[in-house]
């Protein structure tokens, strides 16, 4: 898939998270609005949590996997500085969001 405009920044902070990863970011790739970039923070993960975003990455380019230092604050510090867009969606790990989560939540504003 090929980036157009972001419009929306999800950070997602991850830490050992090998069970729940996949499904959590598969769920982020197949929103409605497709616009959008994935911006995975890894505190320091010792499983195949890089391994399994890795792969994940060689399907979508919107995903981008970062190192940063333990600590959701420093990953959180680490997300916000690198993202593109002012609006930003955090999820954690366990998140499974719906198709139009993303896009719903747009038209509120």
């Known amino acids: 898939m090929h980036i157009k405009e972001v419009k929306v920044s999800v950070l997602i902070y991850v830490l050992n998270d090998q069970p729940h990863i996949e499904k959590c970011v598969r769920s982020v790739m197949d929103q409605s ?3 959008i970039e994935i911006i ?9 949590t890089p391994e399994i975003i ?3 990455r060689q399907e979508d380019e919107r995903i981008k996997l970062i ?5 959701v604050g420093c990953q959180f510090n680490t997300g916000l500085r690198l993202q593109k867009e002012n609006i930003s969606v955090s999820a954690s790990p366990m998140t499974i969001l719906r198709p139009t989560c993303i896009c719903d939540s747009m038209r509120l504003r």
């Not at 190192?67 to 600590?71: A, C, I, K, T």
């Open 67 to 71: 190192q940063s230092d333990s600590g």
């Open 40 to 48: 995975l923070i890894d505190g320091g993960s010792t499983d195949r």
């Open 54 to 56: 890795e792969q994940l």
């Open 33 to 35: 609005l497709q616009e």
